[in-house]
């Protein structure tokens, strides 16, 4: 059995998150995706803006009734920074002999790979799916072998889907008092107004 990890902090979780995963799971054959909120994400720059709860509920309600996606919180459960060596290490004790793990990441998140923790150790226990990015370039593989040995033959790219939405745009829409309505699911939709998520003080 296959299974798809979907790392990220879903600040918030929106539609593109939902098309890609659909997609590379299609393709792969997998029997189901984990979604896996950061608790403590360490390359981020700011943020992320929504509390770890709301960003885990969040997710709950967009793949909620969607019997292949599971929502897991080991790394909101986990003290300290979410790595996602220790995240990938942690499903793959729940897995059976045989089982393979695919760690799906955008085209940017796999050209920072070698600023992770401990990426030789991660390319060891999955497989990665790269997947593109509107404005992101395709990475240099040639490159990234030579700083992690053996990356270019645990990699997939995929670049079968470009879905140019992105969570800052739709975080800076809210602030503006625009609709998010065809970016987000209806239910976070909904669970963002409530809750008052992304308004400007």
Not at 175 to 184: D, K, T, Y
């Amino acid at each position: 059995m296959n299974i798809g990890v979907l790392g990220g902090t879903f600040d918030p979780v929106h539609n593109g998150h939902l098309l890609v995963v659909e997609e590379v799971r299609v393709w792969l054959n997998l029997a189901g995706i984990i979604f896996v909120p950061a608790g403590q994400p360490c390359l981020k720059a700011e943020g992320p803006f929504a509390s770890v709860e709301h960003r885990a509920e969040m997710v709950r309600l967009a793949i909620d009734g969607r019997h292949h996606y599971e929502l897991s919180t080991m790394e909101v459960e986990r003290p300290g920074p979410s790595y996602m060596v220790d995240t990938i290490a942690e499903v793959q004790d729940r897995l059976a002999a045989g089982d393979e793990l695919f760690l799906i990441l955008g085209w940017d998140n796999l050209a920072e790979l070698p600023q992770w923790h401990e990426p030789s150790q991660l390319i060891t226990m999955c497989n990665l799916v790269a997947v593109s990015r509107p404005g992101y370039a395709r990475p240099n593989l040639k490159k990234l072998e030579a700083q992690i040995p053996g990356l270019s033959q645990r990699v997939e790219m995929m670049d079968r889907v470009k879905i140019d939405i992105s969570a800052s745009a739709i975080r800076d829409r809210v602030a503006r008092g625009l609709s998010i309505r065809h970016l987000v699911p209806d239910r976070v939709n909904e669970y963002i107004k409530q809750n008052r998520l992304y308004l400007r003080e």
